[in-house]
């Protein structure tokens, strides 16, 4: 780290763009419609990409932020927001050391990630009834849960 009279500083070093941003735009651009009319979604894998931390920049200019923002806790974060764009969303997933591992635009109404899974759901439902079992046979017998 960079020191000014013993100050600490964190120096970013931005790399200049190389165009790829508006290419991965263009990508974005071609497969948007196919969510609209047919429901398929596309992801663009911005990891496997050779871009430069100035096209991500670029990028995510142009594609600006809109009204969703999300974290998910698992082993390590994922954020996830939705673009300026609806059906755009840009998701980063990070590792428990909170190093970027993955990082996607995801073109869908509702990212892969967030979706409840149907043995998650099945599960709930177990989970719920037990609940209500609990909470009638505590009404039945007059005790508190």
Do not use: C, F
């Not at 809109?66 to 994922?78: H, N, P, R, Y």
Request: no cysteine; hydrophobic share 40%.
């Amino acid at each position: 780290m960079a020191q000014l009279d013993g100050i600490q500083l964190a120096v970013e070093v931005t790399e200049p763009a190389t165009g790829m941003a508006r290419a991965v735009l263009r990508e974005l651009a071609e497969h948007l419609p196919a969510l609209a009319e047919h429901g398929h979604g596309h992801q663009v894998d911005l990891t496997s990409l050779p871009m430069s931390s100035g096209d991500k920049q670029e990028l995510a200019s142009l594609l600006g932020q809109g009204e969703v923002d999300i974290t998910l806790e698992t082993i390590g974060a994922s954020r996830i927001y939705e673009t300026a764009y609806s059906g755009i969303w840009w998701v980063k997933h990070y590792s428990s050391e909170d190093q970027l591992i993955s990082e996607l635009i995801e073109i869908a109404e509702i990212p892969g990630i967030i979706k409840s899974q149907a043995a998650d759901i099945e599960l709930a439902v177990q989970a719920l009834n037990q609940i209500i079992e609990q909470t009638d046979s505590s009404i039945d017998t007059g005790d508190q849960i």
